[in-house]
């Protein structure tokens, strides 16, 4: 009798420790995150083509990355006026495939949950990968970098 | 014969016993253990920051075309001699 729930005992302590391990493959496995789904990339493709217009707006200071992941015309004065419309639809669109992105990926990794926190590390991402004399949103002000 | 009685009643009741005490670790160890699995699967659920980062670059280099292009002089002609 004593020495079956000893025994009992060990097998389950050896079930609970196979199973932490095998959870803990999992988390293992599972540390990247997925990006690589056709709506991640047709917003990705969009986005790319859209940036060869609006990368001379960067540089021009016309238009700034915010602090929350989007972009906006923050100088109007640096576009000549037959352009501006042009440059607010550029921004509009650009920030609609942004919140998009951040959506998509949310919901490809099955957490639509972490929408938020993927677009404020894109924030910061974004700003930190920003090119020199880009301008961008850092402590509430904007910075040239 | 009541001797004998008194033998086996005593030794039912450390045999008791000593089952109380097993079962009463297992009746702990289980809720442990339940707690330990749930903990781990949180885990599952935290943001992963680093990976994130890591996704993110991915996508302003491709968006941004900030990669450095891996063929950087593939179609220089070969120089010729002239006669």
Not at chain 2, 17 to 31: Q, T
Not at chain 2, 53 to 76: F, G, H, L, R, Y
Request: net charge positive; glycine share 6%; proline share 4%.
């Amino acid at each position: 009798m004593k020495t079956n729930e000893v025994s009992f005992c060990k097998n389950l302590f050896k079930f609970i420790v196979s199973l932490l391990m095998f959870t803990v493959a999992l988390n293992a496995s599972a540390v990247d995150l997925e990006v690589n789904t056709p709506g991640v990339n047709a917003i990705k493709q969009s986005m790319q083509v859209r940036h060869a217009q609006l990368a001379g707006h960067y540089a021009s200071g016309a238009v700034g990355l915010t602090a929350d992941g989007l972009i906006v015309l923050r100088d109007a004065g640096a576009v000549p006026l037959a352009q501006r419309q042009a440059v607010n639809a550029l921004v509009a669109a650009d920030n609609q495939d942004r919140i998009a992105l951040y959506a998509e990926i949310a919901n490809a990794n099955g957490h639509p949950e972490w929408q938020a926190e993927i677009r404020s590390t894109f924030a910061q991402r974004w700003i930190q990968r920003a090119q020199p004399g880009w301008w961008v949103q850092s402590g509430g002000g904007w910075v040239r970098k | 014969m009541m001797r004998l009685k008194r033998v086996i009643q005593n030794n039912v009741q450390a045999v008791v016993k000593m089952k109380g005490i097993v079962m009463r670790k297992v009746w702990m160890a289980l809720p442990l253990a339940a707690f330990a699995l749930s903990a781990c699967v949180t885990i599952n659920i935290y943001f992963p920051a680093a990976a994130a980062e890591k996704a993110a670059d991915k996508i302003i280099d491709e968006v941004w075309q900030t990669q450095k292009s891996d063929k950087p002089a593939a179609n220089q002609p070969a120089a010729k001699e002239a006669k």
